[in-house]
């Protein structure tokens, strides 16, 4: 079974600074998705980033972007220019490219505080 | 273009009830797929369902059971409810083309359930 680990409870960024987010995971897969999720206060949540372990190229979405390391088994997620409306609960989720359909294992999540 | 929506929002239940949860997927969309998130955790996988059949489960018991119907909406049903069943449930629909290929995953804001 997958298992995904992220080791921050919470993070503190000062608006439009940089703050990078750390997921672990394990598997004996070789081709998976992984994805960061948002989670703000009001329970949904939504796709911020998603990479697919066969590209060696980190994936990228405006302020977003992802540092890959395939082999370490490690998916940060980076945050550039903070804002005030990043404030959210950040979840790593993993899902296999192999009959998983919509099967996303998670992380526990990291709450990342953003100051003004 | 309709979102994910669930309800309801919010309910109390008491230990030994059953409880019905309603889903509505997103425009487009024939696969739901449910998830457990207890406070402070990140979300679970309870079972995923697509062309009205169940094909994919976490580790749930059977007390936890859905439906999908034509519409692709989708029902979770939780029997003998139990203290620990407290949390929010999360639905999530996507499109899965005939080579079983699954699309992006929409979240709805999530039902959240207490048991006294």
């Known amino acids: 079974a997958q298992t995904v680990t992220q080791s921050q409870p919470e993070m503190s960024v000062q608006e439009a600074e940089t703050v990078t987010l750390s997921c672990t995971y394990d598997?004996?897969?070789?081709?998976?998705?992984l994805f960061w999720y948002k989670q703000p206060p009001s329970r949904q949540m939504i796709l911020v980033i998603r990479?697919?372990?066969?590209?060696?190229q980190n994936a990228t979405e405006n302020r977003f972007s992802v540092n890959f390391q395939k082999a370490a088994k490690s998916f940060s997620l980076k945050i550039s220019d903070s804002q005030l409306g990043d404030a959210a609960m950040y979840f790593c989720?993993?899902?296999?490219?192999?009959?998983?359909?919509?099967?996303?294992?998670f992380g526990g999540g990291t709450r990342l505080m953003v100051k003004p | 273009e309709t979102g994910v929506t669930q309800s309801p929002t919010h309910l109390i239940k008491t230990r030994g009830q059953q409880v019905t949860l309603r889903c509505s997927s997103q425009?487009?969309?024939?696969?739901v797929s449910w998830y457990q998130q207890a406070l402070g955790q990140g979300p679970q996988f309870i079972f995923q369902?697509?062309?009205?059949?169940?094909?994919g489960r976490g580790n749930f018991p059977p007390r936890f059971s859905g439906l999908q119907f034509p519409n692709y909406s989708s029902e979770l049903n939780v029997n003998a409810l139990e203290l620990d069943d407290s949390a929010l449930y999360l639905c999530?629909?996507?499109?899965?083309?005939?080579?079983?290929?699954?699309?992006?995953?929409?979240f709805g804001e999530g039902s959240r359930l207490t048991v006294l």
């Open positions: 999530a629909s996507s499109f899965t083309s005939g080579s079983l290929h699954t699309g992006e995953l929409f």
């Open positions: 598997t004996s897969e070789s081709d998976y998705y």
């Open positions: 990479q697919e372990a066969y590209k060696q």
């Open positions: 989720a993993y899902r296999s490219a192999v009959n998983a359909g919509n099967m996303l294992t």
């Open positions: 425009s487009g969309h024939n696969t």
């Open positions: 369902y697509y062309r009205e059949e169940e094909n």
